[in-house]
């Protein structure tokens, strides 16, 4: 199944809490396809990144734990370019509300400065709730055959712990690319919460 941001252009669906992780998505199954546009309109849809490993992460341009991750995401895509490919999804209700007709400058200037070369805009939070993306960033990990192999959390910052000592997207990346599972498969997300009503 694939879901187009195009259906739910103009609609309004009543939004549920999502399960705690829906059961579309699980672990060592095939990853639920999606399409959406980015920046420049032009859609992507996952399915045509098969060959590559695929780093699906839910973003923010305001979010200062994305900015750290973002730092750790560039520096991975640089050394593992070709073998690797990350799309960045922008779904914070409060930022990509631009998306129906206002600029969308917030996530353009960051999508600039971070080196960010795929930034999404999942305007109707159609695939953060599909993925049941909780913060930014969240991330999934799917190989080359299009199976999810890791979710959860760039490495191990939490409100206690400032600075990262193990990085638990980065371990999952390399065990891939070394033809074997992750070791750890899932760690509970941290960072900002996403937004996914609208902010007055």
Same mark, same amino acid.
């Given at each position: 199944m694939i879901l187009?941001?195009?259906?739910?252009?103009?609609?309004?669906?009543?939004?549920?809490?999502?399960l705690r992780y829906n059961l579309s998505v699980q672990i060592n199954e095939p990853a639920p396809d999606f399409?959406?546009? $980015?920046?420049n309109g032009n859609l992507h849809r996952l399915r045509e990144y098969r060959g590559r490993i695929v780093i699906v992460n839910f973003w923010s341009c305001e979010c200062p734990h994305s900015e750290r991750a973002d730092?750790?995401?560039?520096?991975?895509?640089?050394?593992?370019?070709?073998?690797?490919?990350?799309?960045?999804? +922008?779904?914070?209700?409060?930022?990509v509300g631009a998306w129906q007709g206002r600029?969308?400058?917030?996530?353009?200037?960051?999508?600039a400065t971070r080196r960010l070369p795929i930034v999404l805009i999942?305007?109707?939070?159609?695939?953060?709730?599909l993925y049941d993306a909780q913060t930014t960033p969240h991330v999934f990990v799917i190989d080359r055959s299009g199976i999810l192999r890791y979710r959860g959390a760039v490495d $191990?910052?939490?409100f206690r712990q400032r600075k990262p000592i193990r990085f638990f997207l980065d371990e +999952?990346?390399?065990?891939?690319?070394?033809?074997h599972l992750p070791a750890l498969a899932e760690t509970p997300a941290y960072g900002c919460a996403i937004v996914r009503e609208a902010v007055e």
């Open positions: 187009s941001w195009r259906l739910w252009q103009g609609h309004r669906a009543s939004r549920a809490v999502p399409e959406l546009p $980015d920046l730092h750790e995401l560039t520096a991975m895509l640089i050394q593992r370019a070709g073998d690797v490919v990350i799309l960045s999804i +922008a779904s914070n209700r409060n930022e600029a969308l400058t917030c996530i353009e200037e960051a999508a999942d305007a109707e939070q159609i695939v953060a709730d $191990d910052v939490t +999952a990346v390399e065990a891939l690319l070394d033809g």
